[in-house]
């Protein structure tokens, strides 16, 4: 079977008007797409420079560049892998979804 023939058939399907309520739910679930997107690349940019800086820090303090004291390094450590446990969480959560998680406590039957 051809691509053509494909989309045809996929196409075909699609309904092609759309009711005023259904362009309206459209545009604000496509703005609430966009909102979500800006602020998931700002996190993540943030946190990138965040552990940049950090690298920064080591490297420097490795050539005696800086002096900081041991403690101090340590937080920043311990500080940089709690981002990337949280990076790593998140995007878990956003390949899985938010509502297939189980034993959420949760229920949705009501009581009589």
């Known amino acids: 079977m051809s691509d053509d023939k494909r989309l045809n058939l996929i196409f075909n399907h699609v309904k092609t008007e759309l009711t005023p309520e259904e362009v309206i ?18 996190l993540f940019w943030l946190f990138a420079a965040c552990i940049a800086a950090a690298f920064v820090l080591f490297f420097l303090q490795g050539f005696g560049k800086t002096s900081l004291p041991e403690s ?8 940089t892998i709690g981002q990337v446990v949280a990076v790593i969480l998140l995007i878990v959560r956003g390949l899985l979804g938010a509502g ?13």
Not at 72 to 79: E, H, P, Q, T
Not at 100 to 109: P, R
């Open 25 to 42: 739910y459209s545009l604000k679930e496509y703005g609430r797409m966009g909102l979500l997107e800006f602020l998931t690349k700002g």
């Open 72 to 79: 101090v390094l340590n937080k920043i450590a311990y500080l």
């Open 100 to 112: 297939s998680q189980k034993g959420s406590g949760k229920t949705t039957k009501k009581k009589p």
